[in-house]
């Protein structure tokens, strides 16, 4: 099936934002790679990726009418008097709405910019959706969801990956439920309805899940779309490599057979544990290039960081 990703780079991820897109280009099958960020961005990639007609840059303020971050920050000002987690809301609702883009592809990967792939990965089979299922249960994602849509936990595990192939008519389907709320409750828009109905004691914290939201929602309409495909991934890449991984250290890493490594801005990792890793990646990658498996990992490894 064809497919477009979508991801969203917000600040301190713009460096790790183009190893993770050129990550997406030299390993997955995507027609285009939706980039939406602030339009104070744009020199800053259009500078750093050259210009190809499989890349988009989208304004974020420009996504959806209505949703731009001084809204977010305006509702959750007036509920808790605090809009520190505006940001991370905001983003959540970009990827959703990006199901109405007039060019988007029926079905988009949702990527997170610090989360470099490493590997060609499938993401569907016979017809279906793969999805990576994790082992996270975060209870307000359930009582929000409950709350929304009246629906329960509909599955074992969650949802919550660096990444979610998505249907957008599914996306577009739920967006419309949520509106149709929204409107009976008399509220201007649907996240507005949204954050409206996440706990106080949550809103400044973690309180809503796209991801949940919309993989609990097509598990209770449409349970056959979709099946399950562990990978093997890292998630503290930064901890042990810093946030910005050489060849080396992105070539260590596809040697342990991850599929894919996320750079987290925090937690930090020790300065001292991540010199001597990258040493280690560096004696360790010296010795592997002499077989041709190595050298072909760091040829690869350097393209997704952009050199030769």
């Known amino acids: 099936m064809t497919y477009d990703s979508v991801m969203c780079v917000g600040g301190r991820h713009e460096e790790i934002a183009l190893k993770a897109i050129n990550s997406l280009q030299l390993f997955s099958e995507c027609d285009r790679i939706f980039i939406i960020t602030t339009s104070v961005n744009f020199p800053f990639f259009e500078r750093c990726l050259p210009e190809q007609h499989s890349l988009r840059l989208l304004d974020e303020d420009r996504i959806a009418s209505g949703l731009n971050l001084n809204v977010v920050k305006e509702i959750l000002y007036q ?24 060019e988007i ?46 629906l329960e936990r509909q599955v074992d595990f969650s949802f919550i990956s660096e990444h979610l192939m998505v249907k957008s008519a599914y996306m577009r389907e739920l967006i419309a439920e949520l509106s149709a709320a929204a409107d009976s409750a008399g509220r201007s828009s649907w996240f507005e309805h949204v954050l409206t109905n996440v706990d106080e004691r949550d809103l400044n914290g973690s309180g809503f899940s796209e991801f949940e939201t919309y993989g609990n929602f097509i598990a209770s309409r449409y349970p056959e779309s979709f099946a399950c495909r562990p990978l093997k991934s890292l998630r503290l890449g ?8 050489n060849r080396y250290d992105l070539a260590r890493l596809m040697r342990l057979g991850n599929a ?21 990646s560096v004696i360790r990658g010296l010795f592997y290039r002499r077989t041709e498996t190595g050298r072909n990992q760091l040829r690869l490894a350097g393209k997704i960081r952009g050199v030769d």
């Open 238 to 245: 930064s901890c042990y490599f810093g946030r910005n991984p």
């Open 260 to 280: 894919f490594v996320s750079f987290e801005a925090s937690p930090a990792g020790n300065r001292g544990r991540i010199i001597k890793n990258k040493t280690l």
């Open 105 to 150: 592809a029926d079905h988009y990967l949702i990527w997170d910019s610090d989360t470099v792939l490493l590997k060609g990965i499938d993401f569907f089979s016979d017809n279906k959706v793969l999805v990576n299922p994790k082992e996270e249960c975060h209870p307000p994602y359930f009582k929000t969801i409950k709350k929304l849509l009246d």
């Open 79 to 102: 509920r808790i008097g605090s809009a520190d987690r505006a940001g991370w809301y905001f983003q959540q609702f970009l990827k959703m709405s990006m199901s109405h883009h007039p």
